[in-house]
């Protein structure tokens, strides 16, 4: 059974920067699909940034140059580098995975077939 365990969320202030960890079990990130998700308090679930088995990563506009996403495949884990933070970025992280892309843009969470638990990020002012 595939299992997905977030970790690295916290209580930062505007500005600051953290980074969000998905190990994996069951599951080889150098050869899947993975995306992070996030969503905020009243919205629904958008993804904020994919990578795929080739390393091709995509970004949601509103994160994009300020976010970054990375696996290592030595640790079976994905992660997130957050920098710049925003009261908007404020959420539950959620990583996904899936054993193939059907492609290198961000892709709608019902593509996805493994999830992670989340790991809550609050920003504040």
């Known amino acids: 059974q595939v299992q997905l365990m977030e970790s690295g969320g916290d209580s930062v202030q505007v500005g600051g920067s953290l980074r969000l960890s998905c190990a994996a079990s069951r599951y080889d990130v150098s050869r899947g699909c993975m995306e992070w998700f996030r969503q905020g308090p009243g919205k629904g679930r958008e993804g904020v940034a994919l990578i795929d088995t080739e390393g091709t990563t995509d970004y949601a506009k509103s994160v994009k140059g300020r976010f970054t996403i990375s696996k290592d495949n030595a640790k079976n884990t994905l992660y997130l580098q957050m920098t710049s933070l925003k009261v908007e970025d404020s959420g539950m992280y959620y990583c996904?995975?899936?054993?193939?892309?059907?492609?290198?843009?961000?892709?709608?969470?019902?593509?996805?077939?493994?999830w992670g638990q989340g790991t809550q990020v609050t920003v504040s002012s």
């Open positions: 996904a995975a899936v054993d193939t892309c059907t492609s290198n843009r961000l892709l709608e969470d019902r593509w996805f077939d493994y």
